[in-house]
């Protein structure tokens, strides 16, 4: 080898090498097989950004995958925030806002900007409020006002279950379903398509099931039931008895 194609030759494993760390530094940015590459513009950072999973990314294994919360969290969540961010831009009056009072009043919000920040401002707000929802806390039951409400409203928590069940079923397409309180302090069901939320009609999410196949098809496929049944074992049932009793 000449010193010269030697020097090529050092020049391109270095370069082979600076584009491995590049790629591995960039992992967080790579996009799924047959998802839009982001414009080339970089988005705006902020006002809104990705809250952290509070535990870890395997933390509900086996029930959620870790691959799938790595996705769930760090791609789609990010999307919205993301294209929250550029829905807002140039939009001081949205951008001062918090998302969950942006999606509590679309009507307020200019038609130009309105269907973007419906999608992923509620896109936003659903999966702030999911994350905290769950947990590994396998075979626990709601407490206390919580409990009351749903005997209240279904007769048992198994009834209860049963219903969630069949509503997140019975979401057409990419939606939740959602175990919600409503102004009156009841609780109620109700589903809501794409990422639509309680909270544009006043009802406060307390616990609900995502039900994107974005959320369970690397894991579960097209096996949605069973899905919702594994949703069970990581509802944090602690966590949203104490914001049922804390919320208005
Ligand atoms: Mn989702």
Known sequence: MSSVSRRTAIMQISALAGAAVLA???GAE?????????????PPTGPFTLPPLPYA?????????????????????????NNLNIAVAGHPELAS????????????????????IRNNGGGHANHSLWWPMLSKRDGSAPKG???????????????????????????????????????DGAVDIETAPNQDTPLTVFHKPIIGVDVWEHAYYLKYQNRRADYVKAFFQVANWDYVSGEFARKA
């Open 24 to 26: 591995e530094g960039l």
């Open 30 to 42: 790579r996009l799924p097989i047959g998802q839009a590459a982001a414009p080339s513009a970089a």
């Open 97 to 116: 806002k918090t998302v969950f009072e942006l999606v509590a009043d679309l009507a307020a919000i200019s038609e130009s900007v309105r269907t973007a």
């Open 57 to 81: 990314y395997d933390a509900l294994e086996p029930y959620f995958d870790a691959e799938t919360m790595h996705l769930h969290h760090d791609k789609h969540h990010q999307a919205y925030v």
């Open 145 to 183: 006002e919580l409990a009351k409400m749903i005997d209240a409203r279904f007769g048992t928590f198994s009834a209860f279950q049963d219903q969630l069940t069949k509503a997140a079923l019975s979401v057409f397409g990419s939606g939740w379903a959602w175990l919600v309180k409503l102004p």
